[in-house]
């Protein structure tokens, strides 16, 4: 089974290996630095699962729970 941004814990790092999507999404989350092989520490999640805050290539980002489902890590 493929994990997702969605699914990792506060506190961990992983690895992008691939982004689901089509098109505009897909852009603009690789826009956003998130692209094959970039490591992403996740820092917080909200209460309800929505956004989840991570750092990526040096800056915090906030992702929608859509959004993160679309990034596939190990």
Request: hydrophobic share 40%; no cysteine; glycine share 8%.
């Amino acid at each position: 089974m493929e994990r997702t941004l969605h699914d990792v814990q506060i506190g961990e790092t992983v690895t992008v290996t691939a982004i689901r999507g089509e098109g505009a999404v897909k852009r603009r989350i690789m826009d956003m630095g998130i692209t094959k092989n970039v490591e992403i520490y996740v820092r917080k999640v909200a209460p309800l699962g929505d956004p989840v805050e991570v750092t990526v290539r040096g800056y915090e980002l906030s992702l929608r729970k859509e959004d993160a489902k679309m990034v596939v890590v190990a």
